[in-house]
């Protein structure tokens, strides 16, 4: 055999090595991966059986925070969190929607804590108003004007202005509910100064909205403020606060244009 063929042959039984190399590196690699793979899907399922079926990370207490008015106790009976489940297993959209049926819930979230808790916080309705009721107690809204309480006497009413619409003959809902709207908007874009000092609101329509301010000191008389409808609140507050200080009993606001006192 010539040198030509020997280098052939060579070279042949090189190619075939390094081919057969690359097979063993290749069978090598998917034996490798079946087996982490195989070992992390028994991982997953071992972690799952854990959490899911087993208490040892199971539900043995439920923190409540963000309570003002409402107890805790109220709060956890209303979650009504099952002791003792496991943790990962605590359906926690259920538990929301059984809280957002107290009235005075405004916004909940429950969350899962591992190992073993449940933690509840709670945004409770602010009062913002007072409305009579036919029966002569009051409805207490919040700024949104969801009612959510009620009071059976004046004197038991939170520190709130009470809206009065007694006016309103045989008002059609769609007024009343723009009165209330427009009213809770002037409230809620006052500062806090003047806000403080409103002790009524009255409307005959949803754009004849007047409030009534406590005085100052004790040597003015209260004051009243013609705020009209439910437009431009913000610009409204802003012109009352800047006149308020020229000691006047009356306070027009309704027309923001063209402002006047008396």
Do not use: C
Not at 16 to 25: A, F, G
Not at 104 to 120: D, F, G, Q, Y
């Amino acid at each position: 055999m010539n040198a030509t063929g020997t280098d052939q042959n060579r070279v042949s039984r090189v190619l075939v090595e390094r081919y057969l190399d690359r097979l063993r590196k290749r069978r090598r690699w998917r034996r490798l991966t079946v087996t982490v793979t195989v070992a992390l899907a028994l991982l997953i399922l071992s972690g799952y059986g854990l959490l899911w079926h087993t208490k040892v990370f199971d539900v043995r207490s439920t923190s409540v925070s963000g309570v003002k008015v409402l107890t805790k106790q109220q709060v956890l009976a209303a979650a009504a969190i099952p002791p003792h489940e496991p943790v990962a297993g605590v359906d926690t959209k259920a538990a929301k929607a059984r809280l957002m049926t107290l009235p005075r819930i405004k916004n909940a979230w429950v969350e899962r804590v591992l190992p073993h808790t449940v933690a509840i916080t709670v945004l409770e309705r602010v009062p913002a108003a007072a409305l009579p009721a036919a029966d002569g107690s009051f409805v207490i809204v919040d700024a949104d004007g969801v009612a959510f309480d009620t009071a059976p006497v004046q004197t038991a009413i939170p520190a709130v202005p009470v809206i009065h619409l007694e006016q309103f003959a045989d008002p059609r809902p769609k007024d009343r509910a723009a009165t209330v709207a427009g009213a809770l908007a002037a409230l809620t874009a006052l500062p806090e100064p003047l806000r403080s000092r409103v002790t009524t609101v009255s409307a005959t329509g949803p754009y004849a909205i007047t409030l009534t301010l406590k005085p100052s000191t004790a040597k003015q008389q209260a004051v009243t403020v013609a705020w009209g409808g439910p437009e431009q609140p913000d610009l409204k507050a802003r012109i009352l606060a800047a006149l308020i200080g020229r000691d006047a009993g009356h306070y027009d606001v309704s027309a923001p244009d063209a402002p006047a006192f008396s």
